[in-house]
């Protein structure tokens, strides 16, 4: 019983120590604000939820609403690299979300309408690379998907995207 348990402790330690990593974070982009909308937290959600599910150690840091302030929200960025660093994650994940809330009839809601498009850089903690940068767009909102599912369907979207991408 002890060898197996043993085993067991020795085979999960050693998947944990090889296990991908990665920090998270969301900037929100074109709301007027400094106040961060669910759907950003829901954005952050899906895609922390998607990575976690298949073994993947993840982190993130507080979203940064951007209210373009570019000096203030390359600090927070910079900051959140270095608790990466810190952290021993392996790789930082930078998510822009760009709102359209021009036309919204409620900016606050997580509506899949309210999304622009979402720019997604990955970053190698230990050398700096850049290994993927891509813009993804929404599809057009609907009277099926402009809700808290559609903007959960879109951060999958972008978190399997991510996924595929990086294990070529």
């Known amino acids: 019983m002890k060898k197996n348990f043993l085993a067991l402790f020795l085979l999960g330690a050693t998947a944990l120590l090889n296990a991908n990593s990665f920090s998270l974070q969301i900037v929100q982009r074109n709301t007027g604000g400094e106040t961060v909308f669910d759907t950003s937290y829901v954005v952050e959600q899906a895609i922390m939820d998607y990575f976690f599910d298949r073994g993947t150690i993840v982190s993130n840091n507080a979203v940064i609403a951007s209210n373009n302030d570019a000096a203030k929200e390359k600090t927070l960025l910079r900051r959140s690299f270095v608790e990466a660093q810190e952290g021993s994650m392996n790789l930082f994940i930078k998510l822009f979300l760009n709102y359209a809330l021009e036309d919204s009839t409620n900016p606050t809601a997580v509506l899949l309408s309210n999304i622009r498009d979402a720019q997604v850089e990955v ?46």
Do not use: H, M, Y
């Open 123 to 168: 970053v190698s903690v230990s050398d700096l690379n850049v290994l993927l940068e891509e813009k993804f767009v929404p599809e057009k909102a609907n009277s099926l998907n402009d809700n808290r599912g559609g903007v959960e369907s879109f951060a999958t979207d972008i978190a399997v995207e991510i996924q595929a991408r990086l294990a070529k």
